[in-house]
């Protein structure tokens, strides 16, 4: 169940992040890309993307571990927009899907979704029972 919200978060911070013109970030709709399949293609690529931060994230955070240290975690700004790169590469091989034209905007629009599931996630989280 927290994996679906965390997906759920994940899309409407990419959907927020992809309504910023400046930055060059974008999200191709499934054809015929109306409504639903605008909001299929998020989950999906949210899906892949928390998938990726799993995977991928925790091998380069424990690989990066003494980076993280030297610059005390400010490199994981770097490593959030390169596993933000790897989504949009992994859905580039089809016709829809995350696109990210520069590395650097994708360090700051995986800023920025990072903020968004920050605030979600101190909003929905779970209380404790007393």
Avoid: E
């Amino acid at each position: 169940m927290r994996f679906i919200i965390r997906v759920v978060i994940n899309a409407f911070a990419i959907w927020v992040v992809t309504l910023i013109p400046a930055l060059t970030v974008s999200v191709i709709a499934f054809p015929p890309g109306q409504t639903l399949q605008l909001v299929l293609t998020l989950l999906a690529v949210a899906a892949i993307f928390a998938i990726v931060n799993t995977i991928v994230g925790t091998v380069i955070k424990i690989v990066a571990f003494p980076l993280y240290i030297i610059t005390l975690g400010l490199i994981s700004l770097v490593v959030n927009g390169f596993l933000l790169w790897v989504t949009a590469w992994l859905t580039h091989w089809w016709s829809w899907g995350l696109r990210v034209d520069s590395f650097w905007w994708g360090v700051v629009a995986a800023l920025l979704i990072t903020v968004i599931n920050w605030i979600f996630g101190v909003i929905l989280r779970p209380q404790r029972k007393r």
